[in-house]
Each structure stands twice: as structure tokens, then as C-alpha cells.
């Protein structure tokens, strides 16, 4: 037999309602008896007192009938005939008269009023049939008067008899419905107390863990059991969710961990492009924290080195469900552009509709810039390395030549020129390298501009090298920058007509991107060849466009390597403007007029 721990909950339930409803219809069945019951010994109980009222009537009618009024006779015989109806019904019952059959007790006192009534009767009889003068007559009338008084007693102790027998009844009647309301009460209480430990409590206890693990406490113990029952069920399968969502979380944070500590910048977007989550390799690659980042959309790393069709195709791709994957040019917080080779790929649920789109992010501005000018730097030397010999060895058959013919020696001159230009290039190579190599380093832009003027100045005293500045000195720049403002300052001098060439120095804002600096350097010279210009602001080094010189792309490189610009102008009216645009060093460095100290001051 199975245990009632193990029924299931609706017929447990189902038992309990059973319960109550079978004890409350007793309980109203036995109300109901009790009121049928007073009411049906009320009406016994009135007939029987009545009794009393019937003889002492059919007294009267006898001596009414002794008087001579004979048409009281008809009277006497309906009484008579009302009194053993009546007598009879106490007796056996009598449901049209709606007199239920008396109790035992008094039963017997009415079957012995009965005894003492037919006699009685039969006296009466005998008085409605006979004359009054006749012998039978008076003889029945002095038998009814004699015993008149003895059978009223009678009556009366009859009906003291039902009364009291139905009080009994009635009380025995009112013990039962208090022994089923007691009942009722106690099964009911036993039915809730059932209830209450073997579902109401259990499912208050799943109840419980269930919402304790909601939020978020996986560490809960739940207290199974062993029934079988809905709740036995339902807190078994909540066990086994509780173990496998610890599972999925414990395999979720193993996937945060790794996207968490990956060198790749990895970030979240809905549907909308909306920035959802984005990893620490984010925040360090892109210097947006997560709280900044998150609820923007990626256009915060728009550089504006793309056109509109370039995002249009990258969102048809990635709207469609294609994977796109392309190099692109990004801007970090600082305003630094750096290429970055990035994937973005959709999301999609278990029906394979897109809920958003996860996107990774490799910065490859250093190899990248690294290849290129090492490619850049191997072609160029290749190609001024050849020239220049090839210039060394004609120069050095005509110095045969010459010496044989004791002739001037310009040729000598030559070959100590070109000698000169190796030792050169080789310099700027080497220099180049080792602005591959250096590391990114704060330095005030004041300070990077004093000490290019001094360099230029010593190196050069011919010169005059003049500095103009709308930025506070203050300022932190990447200090590679240096390095080709140098180079700008000194190409200029070195490539000027003017025996005393004068080049100058501008420091001002940028004004088309907040926080970045613009330091132009403007000479009067012949200008940039428009060759040059073309391989520096194509950023490539073409087999049909090879740069005469390392200066350039010493300069180019300095500048693309903080994430900045370098573009050219032609200089009124004459020569040559080449602008480096750069960011700020840091987030909190700003690019302002008013915290110049001594900005006209040339610097010693």
C-alpha cells in the first residue's frame, strides 16, 4: 500500500475537502433531525395535552346528553372518535396528523391509557345509543363519571411521560451534533494539520529556496525528501536546476575568465549597436573604461578615416548573418588613431534569429607600422644605396682619369659627396630603427620644442629658427615627436637657398579634433617635391615612387606611431608647411590659450 506521503497533492487535497464536506453534511443532517425532532414532539406533546381537553368535553356532551339535549350526541361521537385517533397516533405515529410514534418509555404509558380507554369507550358508545331514561344508559353514565377523573390522571401521566421521553431523545439528539461538530472541528484540524506538513509547508520550504537561489545564492541547501508526490517532484527538479544553472555559471565565468584575461579586445553590442560589455583588453587597447563604453555604440572609435559606404557594408554583412573581418582605423579615447584588425560577428538564439553582435578587436598599429616602414626603409636604402655607388664608382673612373690627365679634380669632391650622403642615410636608418624600437614616453610639448630649437640652432647657427605658440607649455605629447620636429627643422634648413635661411615653429590647437595639437614647421624654400609628398601621404613605398631621402619618412613615422597626422601645405610665398597633428599624451591634459607662460618667449 502505498504511503500517504507519496499521494499525490490533489488527492490529498481532494481527501481532505471530502472530509469536511461528509462531517458538515452530518452536521447539518443531524440539525435538520433535531429541529424535525422538537418540532414533531412539540406537535405529540400539544395532541397529547389536548387529551385531557377531549374527555373533560365528552364529559360535558354526557351530561349534556343526561339533560336530554340529544343532538349533543353527534359531538360526543366526533370526540371520541378525535381522542382514539389521537391515542392511537402517540402510540404507532401518524404522519398525516404529523405525530411521530412516541419514544418506549412512553409508549407503554399510552397502551396503558389505551387499556383504560376502551372500557371508557365503550360507555360512550352505549350513551350516544341508548335513552336517557333507560337503565343501560344510566348505568354508563355513572360508570364514565366514576372513572372520568382516573383516566384523565392517566392522560396526564401520559403526557408527562412523552414530554420527559423526548426530552431525552432530543437530548441525546443534541449530543450527537455536538459529537459531530467535535468531530468536524478535530477533522478538520487533523485535515489542516495534514495539509500543512505535507504541502503547504514543502511547498513553502521550495518556495523559499527556489526564490533564495533567484537571487543568486547557489551555495543553498535544499532538503529533497523522499516523497513522491508533486512536491517531492517539483523540490527534486529544483535540485537538479540548482545543479545545472551552477554548472552553466561555473562554465560562464570560465568563458568570462578567458574573454577577461584575453590580449584581444572583445565587446558586446545588441541589435541597435548599443555597447552591452566590453573587456579589460578593451579598456586598455581603446583607454574607455566599461562604464564609459558601455550603453554607447562603437561610433566612439570612429576616426574618420572611412567613408559612410565603408559602415554601410560592414552592417549589411553583419545584418545578413555573414562574419565581417576587415583592418580598420580606430581612435582611442585620447584621440590617438591606431589599425586595428577586427571581427564582428551575430549572435543568434537557439532559432537562429540575431540578438546582437559580438565584436574582437587585435591592435596591429605596431606590426603593422612596424612592416611597412622596415619594408619601406629596406627599398629606399636599396634604392639610394645604388645610386650613390653607382655615383662613387663614375665618379671614381673619372678621378683615374683626371688624375692621369692632371686635370681638376671635381670628381674627387664628388665621390666625397656621395660618401657623405651614405654616412647619411645610414644615420637616418639607424635612427629610424631606433624609433621603432623606443617606447612611448611623456614629455611637455614646451619642453619638445625648446630642445628641437636648440638642436637646430647649434646645429645650424646660420639659421634662425623662430617659435610661435597658442598651447600651454605644459602639455604631455608622446616625446618620439621630437625627433621629427628635428628632422623637419633641419631638412628645411639644409634644402633652403637662402645663405641665411629662416624657418618657423607654430604650436597651436587642432581645430578639428578636441584635445590634439598642431606643430607646423614653415621654411622658404624650394618645397617638398610632389613625388615625396605622394609616398609619405599615401603611406606606402611604391617601386614608382621611392623616396629620395629618409628624412620624410623618419618624420612620417614619428608621428604616425602617437596616433597623429602629418600633411603638407604650400607656404606663401614660398616654400613649404608640413604639420604634425597629434594627440595629447594623457586623458586629463587639455589643449588651452590660457595657461601659457611666456608662449612668444624664444627659448635659449
Same mark, same amino acid.
Given at each position: 500500500?502505498?504511503?500517504?506521503?507519496?499521494?499525490?497533492?490533489v488527492?490529498?487535497?481532494?481527501?481532505?475537502?471530502?472530509?469536511i464536506?461528509?462531517?458538515?453534511?452530518?452536521?447539518?443532517?443531524?440539525v435538520?433531525?433535531?429541529?424535525?425532532?422538537?418540532?414533531?414532539?412539540a406537535?405529540?406533546?400539544?395532541?397529547?395535552?389536548?387529551?385531557?381537553?377531549?374527555?373533560?368535553?365528552?364529559?360535558t356532551?354526557?351530561?349534556r346528553?343526561?339533560?336530554?339535549?340529544?343532538?349533543?350526541?353527534?359531538?360526543l361521537?366526533?370526540?371520541?372518535?378525535?381522542?382514539?385517533?389521537?391515542?392511537?397516533?402517540?402510540?404507532?405515529?401518524?404522519?398525516?396528523?404529523?405525530?411521530?410514534?412516541s419514544?418506549?418509555?412512553?409508549?407503554? @404509558?399510552?397502551?396503558?391509557?389505551?387499556?383504560?380507554w376502551?372500557?371508557?369507550?365503550?360507555?360512550?358508545?352505549?350513551?350516544?345509543?341508548e335513552?336517557?331514561d =333507560?337503565q343501560?344508559?344510566?348505568r354508563?353514565?355513572?360508570?364514565?363519571?366514576?372513572n372520568?377523573?382516573?383516566?384523565i390522571?392517566?392522560?396526564?401521566?401520559a403526557?408527562t411521560?412523552?414530554?420527559?421521553?423526548?426530552?431525552?431523545?432530543?437530548r441525546?439528539?443534541?449530543?450527537?451534533?455536538?459529537?459531530?461538530?467535535?468531530?468536524?472541528?478535530?477533522?478538520?484540524?487533523?485535515t489542516?494539520?495534514?495539509?500543512? &506538513?505535507?504541502?503547504?509547508r514543502?511547498?513553502? @520550504?521550495?518556495?523559499?529556496?527556489?526564490?533564495?537561489?533567484a537571487?543568486?545564492?547557489?551555495?543553498?541547501?535544499?532538503t529533497t525528501?523522499?516523497?513522491?508526490?508533486?512536491?517531492?517532484?517539483?523540490?527534486?527538479?529544483?535540485?537538479e536546476?540548482k545543479?545545472?544553472?551552477s554548472?552553466?555559471?561555473?562554465?560562464?565565468?570560465?568563458?568570462?575568465?578567458?574573454?577577461?584575461?584575453?590580449?584581444?579586445?572583445?565587446?558586446?553590442?545588441?541589435?541597435?549597436?548599443?555597447?552591452?560589455?566590453?573587456?579589460?583588453?578593451?579598456?586598455?587597447?581603446t583607454?574607455?573604461s566599461?562604464?564609459?563604453?558601455?550603453?554607447e555604440?562603437?561610433?566612439i572609435?570612429?576616426?574618420?578615416?572611412?567613408?559612410?559606404a565603408?559602415?554601410?557594408e560592414?552592417?549589411?554583412?553583419?545584418?545578413?548573418?555573414?562574419i565581417?573581418?576587415?583592418?580598420?582605423?580606430?581612435?582611442?579615447k585620447s584621440?590617438?588613431?591606431?589599425?586595428?584588425?577586427?571581427?564582428?560577428?551575430p549572435?543568434?538564439?537557439d532559432?537562429?534569429?540575431i540578438?546582437?553582435?559580438?565584436?574582437?578587436?587585435?591592435?596591429?598599429?605596431d &606590426?603593422?607600422?612596424?612592416?611597412?616602414?622596415?619594408?619601406?626603409?629596406? @627599398?629606399?636604402l636599396?634604392?639610394?644605396?645604388?645610386?650613390?655607388?653607382?655615383?662613387?664608382?663614375?665618379h671614381?673612373?673619372?678621378?683615374?682619369e683626371?688624375?692621369?690627365?692632371?686635370?681638376?679634380?671635381?670628381?674627387?669632391e &664628388?665621390?666625397i659627396?656621395?660618401?657623405d650622403n651614405?654616412?647619411a642615410?645610414?644615420?637616418?636608418?639607424?635612427?629610424?630603427?631606433a624609433?621603432?624600437?623606443q617606447p612611448k614616453q611623456?614629455?611637455?610639448?614646451?619642453?619638445?620644442?625648446?630642445?628641437a630649437?636648440?638642436?637646430c640652432?647649434?646645429?645650424h647657427?646660420?639659421?634662425s629658427?623662430?617659435?610661435? &605658440?597658442?598651447v600651454?607649455? =605644459?602639455?604631455?605629447?608622446?616625446?618620439?615627436?621630437?625627433?621629427?620636429?628635428?628632422?623637419?627643422?633641419?631638412?628645411?634648413?639644409v634644402?633652403?637657398e637662402?645663405t641665411a635661411?629662416?624657418?618657423t615653429?607654430?604650436?597651436?590647437?587642432?581645430? =578639428?579634433?578636441?584635445?590634439?595639437i598642431?606643430?607646423?614647421?614653415?621654411?622658404?624654400?624650394?618645397g617638398?617635391?610632389?613625388?615625396?609628398r605622394?609616398?609619405?601621404?599615401?603611406?606606402?613605398?611604391?617601386?614608382?615612387a621611392?623616396? =629620395?631621402?629618409?628624412?620624410?619618412?623618419?618624420?612620417h613615422?614619428?608621428?604616425?606611431?602617437?596616433?597623429?597626422?602629418?600633411?603638407f601645405?604650400?607656404?606663401?610665398?614660398?616654400?613649404?608647411?608640413?604639420?604634425?597633428?597629434?594627440?595629447?599624451?594623457?586623458?586629463?591634459?587639455?589643449?588651452?590659450?590660457?595657461?601659457l607662460?611666456?608662449?612668444?618667449?624664444e627659448?635659449?
Open positions: 500500500m502505498r504511503a500517504w506521503r507519496d499521494v499525490s497533492v488527492t490529498k487535497v481532494a481527501v481532505a475537502l471530502l472530509c464536506v461528509l462531517l458538515f453534511s452530518l452536521l447539518i443532517v443531524g435538520q433531525l433535531h429541529i424535525t425532532a422538537q418540532r414533531d414532539t406537535k405529540a406533546i400539544n395532541e397529547a395535552g389536548l387529551q385531557r381537553f377531549h374527555l373533560q368535553k365528552m364529559m356532551d354526557v351530561q346528553i343526561g339533560s336530554g339535549d340529544l343532538s349533543r350526541r353527534s359531538q361521537a366526533a370526540t371520541a372518535e378525535r381522542y382514539d385517533r389521537t391515542l392511537t397516533a402517540l402510540i404507532e405515529g401518524n404522519e398525516s396528523m404529523g405525530i411521530p410514534a419514544p418506549p418509555a412512553a409508549r407503554a @404509558r399510552f397502551e396503558s391509557l389505551r387499556g383504560e376502551e372500557p371508557f369507550r365503550e360507555r360512550l358508545a352505549v350513551v350516544q345509543s335513552p336517557p =333507560s343501560e344508559f344510566q354508563a353514565v355513572f360508570y364514565l363519571e366514576a372520568a377523573p382516573t383516566l390522571r392517566s392522560s396526564d401521566g403526557v411521560a412523552l414530554q420527559r421521553a423526548s426530552e431525552a431523545q432530543i441525546r439528539l443534541q449530543q450527537l451534533l455536538v459529537v459531530i461538530l467535535l468531530g468536524g472541528i478535530a477533522a478538520v484540524t487533523a489542516g494539520f495534514g495539509l500543512q &506538513r505535507s504541502v503547504f514543502p511547498l513553502a @520550504r521550495i518556495t523559499e529556496d527556489a526564490q533564495t537561489i537571487a543568486g545564492d547557489l551555495d543553498h541547501e535544499i525528501g523522499v516523497a513522491e508526490d508533486e512536491v517531492g517532484r517539483m523540490t527534486r527538479a529544483v535540485q536546476m545543479e545545472q544553472l554548472a552553466a555559471l561555473q562554465e560562464a565565468r570560465n568563458y568570462q575568465h578567458a574573454v577577461d584575461h584575453a590580449g584581444l579586445a572583445v565587446f558586446l553590442t545588441d541589435l541597435d549597436g548599443v555597447i552591452q560589455y566590453v573587456n579589460p583588453a578593451f579598456e586598455r587597447i583607454g574607455y566599461a562604464a564609459e563604453a558601455e550603453g555604440t562603437p561610433r572609435l570612429k576616426s574618420g578615416d572611412h567613408d559612410e565603408f559602415y554601410a560592414l552592417w549589411a554583412t553583419i545584418q545578413s548573418g555573414d565581417w573581418q576587415r583592418e580598420i582605423v580606430d581612435q582611442r584621440g590617438e588613431l591606431f589599425i586595428a584588425d577586427q571581427t564582428i560577428a549572435v543568434t538564439d532559432g537562429g534569429s540578438t546582437g553582435y559580438v565584436s574582437i578587436l587585435r591592435d596591429v598599429t &606590426r603593422k607600422q612596424g612592416v611597412q616602414y622596415r619594408q619601406a626603409l629596406e @627599398r629606399v636599396r634604392h639610394n644605396l645604388r645610386n650613390e655607388v653607382n655615383v662613387i664608382d663614375g671614381a673612373r673619372l678621378l683615374r683626371e688624375v692621369e690627365a692632371a686635370e681638376t679634380p671635381g670628381s674627387i &664628388r665621390v659627396g656621395s660618401a651614405l654616412i642615410l645610414a644615420e637616418k636608418s639607424q635612427a629610424i630603427s624609433l621603432l624600437d611623456e614629455m611637455p610639448i614646451g619642453a619638445v620644442v625648446d630642445q630649437t636648440v638642436y640652432r647649434h646645429s647657427p646660420e639659421a629658427v623662430e617659435v610661435a &605658440r597658442d600651454g607649455e =605644459s602639455v604631455p605629447v608622446d616625446s618620439r615627436v621630437e625627433l621629427a620636429l628635428i628632422e623637419l627643422c633641419d631638412n628645411a634648413i634644402h633652403a637662402e635661411p629662416t624657418v615653429i607654430a604650436v597651436t590647437p587642432n581645430e =578639428s579634433r578636441e584635445g590634439w598642431d606643430v607646423s614647421v614653415r621654411d622658404r624654400g624650394p617638398v617635391p610632389d613625388d615625396e605622394a609616398v609619405i601621404e599615401s603611406q606606402e613605398e611604391t617601386p614608382l621611392h623616396g =629620395s631621402g629618409l628624412g620624410l619618412w623618419l618624420v613615422l614619428a608621428v604616425t606611431s602617437v596616433g597623429g597626422l602629418t600633411t601645405a604650400d607656404n606663401e610665398p614660398r616654400g613649404t608647411v608640413v604639420t604634425m597633428s597629434i594627440p595629447a599624451a594623457t586623458e586629463s591634459s587639455t589643449v588651452t590659450t590660457s595657461n607662460e611666456g608662449a612668444n618667449d627659448p635659449s
